[in-house]
């Protein structure tokens, strides 16, 4: 760490990992509910359970993207960030904000919440991962507002690269097209169509800047390969994800009342999605093996490598799946629909963010080079068993998926929607012991922080 | 990468291609909010239509449902019950009065509101007026 401003990335990735633990128990509450029906019921009922699992997530995803922004861009600008006071005031807003919001939705009935923030003035609430009340909404553009003003300040201050750039144009595409939860129109097609503008432009759009930027970083520290070679990269890969993604949006509007010539424009585009995915796979790959040094951190090496093809399967493969139009017609809105959000969430965006904690973490702990190398094999043993578990869960949604796709879709005579939900429950149920075995990973994960020592430099 | 193939060119294709496709989707937008007027019925979105919409958010319904194949799924798609039920109101108002507030036991169980009869029927007339919107005949049968 060569900024003493770098260290206040320390907090949002101790948040975030705070996040990630209720993010997996909730989970598993839902996972559980999914096979016996009253579990917690009436206390927690499962839409509870769901916003808490989708929120936290996005939160601590949020809270990861922000801490590397504050660890990577005063490094890349070669100063100390702007301010580093105004980071940890907009931390514990932040974390205020969402605390608030999760004990919320345990305690307060979600109608009464509603009315008592106000939600009759600006409806922005019960809409499928923005839940959040309208006030929230508003503290977190504010947030988000802070966050751009002291980064963009350092960038603008500073060398810029193309790493920072990039980053910087992602997050602000991030704050924008928050800005299109603000709008509720009572017309649902409407509703739907620009919902998407912030779900989609997301996550198959700005997120994926965000994603390359921090990889590109990583690959720089951890192999020494030339600046140039992993820049240009960088900028292919992110080409490569906004030219399929930006029109990849209208596989979204195959069946919400738009009009027809989305299913032509949308399978077109969103099957070619994969391609960026496929290059970061091999942009990670070249470059570890074309490495100038042998960095001592080879946790980070591994993570890296891992979002690389993580997210290659999860958000390429089992997005292509069910992307083209007329198979779409039939997995619309069923397991398999829920199989590519696990994985393709968890090797994208998960994994780049235990990628930059993983990196950063130990460096800013004081460490010269990596933790310990019994620190990092038991780190190795949580990547191992998170990425496998998360490989299985996938798997066992997917057969859900195509028994519900058979049953209640496709054969002669269908079956209803709950008729199908109990002759499938066997996948449900490896999917809750496989979860289980996911949360194993996550506490070894959090053990890998309390091992002690050091690695030196290289 | 070979040496023609510089990082400014890379560049340019980032900042080229990103803006070109995104006015792209501009475009079709402006197209596909021309011709939602015969899709969506909006002639037919009453008060009671919007109320309905408003309840729907506010019980935070997406978070079990689907509603055209979107949301959660936990609990039967939507957006045709008003068929499924047999093309009524009073059905599907009936059924969520009757949810029992501490649910079936070992089953899934939609949560009691206690919504008032001009609410539900609300609810109940946005999911009839969604389930008149034209898209492109999803769901492919009546059990969604």
Same mark, same amino acid.
């Given at each position: 760490?060569?900024?003493?401003?770098?260290?206040?990335?320390?907090?949002?990735?101790?948040?975030?990992?705070?996040? &990630?633990?209720?993010?997996?128990?909730?989970?598993?509450?839902?996972? @559980?509910?999914?096979?016996?029906?009253?579990?917690?019921?009436?206390?927690?009922?499962?839409?509870?359970?769901?916003?808490?699992?989708?929120?936290?997530?996005?939160?601590?995803?949020?809270?990861?993207?922000?801490?590397?922004?504050?660890?990577?861009?005063?490094?890349?600008?070669?100063?100390?960030?702007?301010?580093?006071?105004?980071?940890?005031?907009? &931390?514990?807003? &932040?974390?205020?904000?969402?605390?608030?919001?999760? *004990?919320?939705?345990?305690?307060?009935?979600?109608?009464?919440?509603?009315?008592?923030?106000?939600?009759?003035?600006?409806?922005?609430?019960?809409?499928?991962?923005?839940?959040?009340?309208?006030?929230?909404?508003?503290?977190?553009?504010?947030?988000? @507002?802070?966050?751009?003003?002291?980064?963009?300040?350092?960038?603008?201050?500073?060398?810029?690269?193309?790493?920072?750039?990039?980053?910087?144009?992602? /997050?602000?595409? *991030?704050?924008?097209?928050?800005?299109?939860?603000?709008?509720?129109?009572?017309?649902?097609?409407?509703?739907?169509?620009?919902?998407?503008?912030?779900?989609?432009?997301?996550?198959?759009?700005?997120?994926? @800047?965000?994603?390359?930027?921090?990889?590109?970083?990583?690959?720089? #520290?951890?192999?020494?390969?030339?600046?140039?070679?992993?820049?240009?990269?960088?900028?292919?890969?992110?080409?490569?994800?906004?030219?399929?993604?930006?029109?990849?949006?209208?596989?979204?509007?195959?069946?919400?009342?738009?009009?027809?010539?989305?299913?032509?424009?949308?399978?077109?585009?969103?099957?070619?999605?994969?391609?960026?995915?496929?290059?970061?796979?091999?942009?990670?790959?070249?470059?570890?093996?074309?490495?100038?040094?042998?960095?001592?951190? #080879?946790?980070?090496?591994?993570?890296?490598?891992?979002?690389?093809?993580?997210?290659?399967?999860?958000?390429?493969?089992?997005?292509?799946?069910?992307?083209?139009?007329?198979?779409?017609?039939?997995?619309?809105?069923?397991?398999?629909?829920?199989?590519?959000?696990?994985?393709?969430?968890?090797?994208?965006?998960?994994?780049?963010?235990?990628?930059?904690?993983?990196?950063?973490?130990?460096?800013?702990?004081?460490?010269?080079?990596?933790?310990?190398? #019994?620190?990092?094999?038991?780190?190795? !043993?949580? &990547? !191992?068993?998170?990425?496998?578990?998360?490989?299985?869960?996938?798997?066992? /949604?997917?057969?859900?998926?195509?028994?519900?796709? !058979?049953?209640?879709?496709?054969?002669?005579?269908?079956?209803?929607?709950?008729?199908?939900?109990?002759?499938?429950?066997?996948?449900? !149920?490896?999917?809750?012991?496989?979860?289980?075995?996911? /949360?194993?990973?996550?506490?070894?994960?959090?053990?890998?922080?309390?091992?002690?020592?050091?690695?030196?430099?290289? | 990468?070979?040496?023609?193939?510089?990082?400014?060119?890379?560049?340019?294709?980032?900042?080229?291609?990103?803006?070109?496709?995104?006015?792209?989707?501009?475009?079709?937008?402006?197209?596909?909010?021309?011709?939602?007027?015969?899709?969506?019925?909006?002639?037919?979105?009453?008060?009671?239509?919007?109320?309905?919409?408003?309840?729907?958010?506010?019980?935070?319904?997406?978070?079990?449902?689907?509603?055209?194949?979107?949301?959660?799924?936990?609990?039967?798609?939507?957006?045709?019950?008003?068929?499924?039920?047999?093309?009524?109101?009073?059905?599907?108002?009936?059924?969520?009065?009757?949810?029992?507030?501490?649910?079936?036991?070992?089953?899934?169980?939609?949560?009691?509101?206690?919504?008032?009869?001009?609410?539900?029927?609300?609810?109940?007339?946005?999911?009839?007026?969604?389930?008149?919107?034209?898209?492109?005949?999803?769901?492919?049968?009546?059990?969604?």
């Amino acid at each position: 760490m060569q900024y003493q401003s770098q260290s206040v990335a320390k907090l949002y990735f101790i948040a975030a990992i705070a996040l &990630f633990v209720a993010q997996i128990l909730f989970g598993l509450i839902m996972g @559980l509910q999914y096979v016996m029906g009253d579990f917690l019921f009436p206390e927690i009922p499962f839409n509870v359970a769901r916003m808490v699992h989708t929120n936290a997530l996005i939160v601590w995803l949020l809270m990861g993207f922000m801490g590397a922004a504050y660890y990577m861009v005063p490094e890349e600008a070669e100063r100390e960030l702007h301010s580093p006071k105004l980071a940890i005031a907009l &931390f514990w807003i &932040f974390l205020a904000a969402a605390g608030a919001t999760v *004990l919320a939705y345990l305690t307060i009935n979600y109608a009464d919440l509603a009315r008592l923030t106000g939600n009759d003035l600006l409806p922005t609430m019960g809409r499928e991962f923005l839940e959040q009340p309208t006030i929230i909404k508003i503290g977190i553009v504010v947030v988000a @507002l802070g966050f751009l003003f002291n980064i963009g300040m350092t960038i603008l201050k500073g060398r810029k690269t193309t790493i920072n750039l990039v980053m910087l144009v992602g /997050l602000v595409g *991030l704050a924008v097209f928050f800005l299109f939860s603000f709008y509720n129109p009572t017309n649902l097609v409407q509703d739907k169509y620009f919902w998407w503008w912030t779900v989609h432009l997301w996550v198959e759009g700005v997120w994926e @800047l965000i994603l390359g930027s921090m990889l590109a970083y990583v690959l720089i #520290k951890t192999t020494g390969v030339d600046r140039e070679v992993i820049e240009k990269w960088l900028y292919v890969i992110i080409a490569m994800a906004l030219i399929t993604g930006i029109l990849g949006t209208g596989h979204h509007f195959y069946w919400i009342g738009t009009p027809e010539y989305w299913q032509i424009v949308g399978s077109v585009f969103s099957a070619m999605e994969p391609i960026p995915f496929f290059m970061m796979t091999l942009f990670a790959f070249n470059m570890v093996n074309a490495r100038r040094r042998e960095h001592p951190n #080879k946790a980070a090496v591994l993570w890296a490598l891992g979002t690389g093809v993580m997210a290659f399967l999860g958000a390429g493969v089992w997005g292509f799946l069910h992307t083209l139009s007329p198979v779409n017609y039939y997995t619309h809105g069923s397991q398999i629909t829920a199989a590519h959000g696990h994985m393709a969430f968890y090797g994208a965006y998960v994994m780049i963010v235990l990628t930059m904690i993983s990196y950063a973490m130990p460096l800013m702990r004081g460490r010269a080079g990596a933790n310990s190398n #019994k620190a990092q094999v038991v780190e190795m !043993w949580s &990547f !191992w068993l998170m990425t496998v578990s998360m490989v299985f869960i996938t798997l066992f /949604l997917t057969g859900a998926g195509i028994l519900q796709v !058979w049953l209640q879709r496709y054969s002669d005579s269908p079956l209803p929607f709950m008729e199908v939900q109990e002759k499938i429950a066997i996948f449900y !149920w490896m999917r809750e012991y496989t979860g289980l075995v996911f /949360l194993a990973g996550l506490v070894l994960y959090i053990i890998s922080f309390f091992v002690k020592g050091e690695e030196k430099a290289a | 990468m070979s040496g023609a193939f510089t990082k400014s060119t890379a560049r340019n294709i980032f900042y080229g291609g990103s803006v070109f496709f995104f006015l792209l989707l501009v475009v079709l937008t402006f197209d596909t909010m021309k011709s939602l007027p015969k899709r969506d019925h909006r002639e037919n979105i009453t008060p009671q239509v919007v109320l309905g919409k408003k309840l729907w958010e506010d019980h935070n319904c997406i978070g079990c449902h689907t509603l055209m194949g979107e949301g959660a799924y936990f609990a039967p798609e939507l957006a045709n019950v008003y068929d499924r039920f047999g093309q009524s109101t009073e059905a599907i108002v009936a059924f969520i009065q009757s949810r029992p507030a501490e649910g079936v036991p070992g089953r899934r169980s939609m949560p009691q509101f206690n919504m008032s009869t001009e609410e539900l029927e609300a609810v109940a007339a946005f999911l009839k007026w969604t389930s008149e919107i034209d898209d492109a005949n999803w769901p492919p049968n009546i059990q969604g």
